[in-house]
């Protein structure tokens, strides 16, 4: 499957026409949005118009300047998967959503958020499925954040790759560190950015 993930948007619809022309150009199946899609929950509508009126499937998440009550809103309004704190398995991969972060107007608690993702992981009983995590936040230890000395890494996302070895985890929230890959045992982590990536799983 040829996916499009991207974050930290904010707003600018020029740049989401940009992506939503190239994943179209692409042939790209899915559309991941790791969040921060408005800013300070402030939404531009072109956002994700410019994906659907190119018929492409949308999949999301919240970023820490998006509220429970917005990311309800999107998802209600233009008909598309809010993941977070969800299981949603497309074709032969099971995507697993963690919305928000542990900083910013709306902070997540690390103790839920482990019990979160360790629940639904356990959901997950076909040994063929692909695990792919779409986060707003990076996992603390990463090299992601050695890009900011206030954005911390997730301690919760952190264990569960340790203990359920995802297959990727891709987020955005540190825009200095776009782009940045790594792999953390036998996850591949990354840092997908406003520009995005385009990505064969």
Do not use: W
Not at 38 to 67: A, I, Q, W
Not at 137 to 152: D, L
Request: some cysteine.
């Amino acid at each position: 499957m040829k996916i499009l993930a991207f974050g930290d948007t904010h707003g600018d619809v020029s740049l989401s026409k940009a992506l939503a022309e190239k994943a179209k150009r692409e042939n790209v199946e899915l559309v991941l949005v790791c969040g921060d899609i408005t800013h300070f929950d402030t939404f531009f509508p072109g956002t994700f118009y410019e994906f659907l009126k190119r018929n492409l499937k949308v999949m999301f998440v919240r970023g820490n300047h998006e509220s429970e009550a917005t990311a309800e809103f999107l998802g209600k309004t233009y008909n598309i998967k809010d993941l977070h704190g969800k299981v949603v398995t497309y074709q032969n991969i099971a995507f697993i959503g963690l919305g928000g972060a542990n900083v910013g107007p709306f902070p997540f608690h690390e103790d839920g958020v482990l019990e979160l993702l360790r629940n639904n992981l356990s959901k997950i009983s076909k040994e063929n499925l692909k695990k792919i995590i779409v986060s707003h936040v990076h996992p603390a230890g990463s090299k992601i954040e050695n890009f900011s000395t206030y954005f911390k890494g997730s301690t919760a996302l952190e264990k569960i790759i340790k203990e359920f070895e995802p297959d990727l985890v891709l987020c955005s929230h540190v825009h200095e560190a776009a782009g940045i890959e790594e792999q953390i045992g036998k996850t591949r982590v990354i840092n997908v950015g406003k520009f995005g990536k385009i990505l064969d799983v």
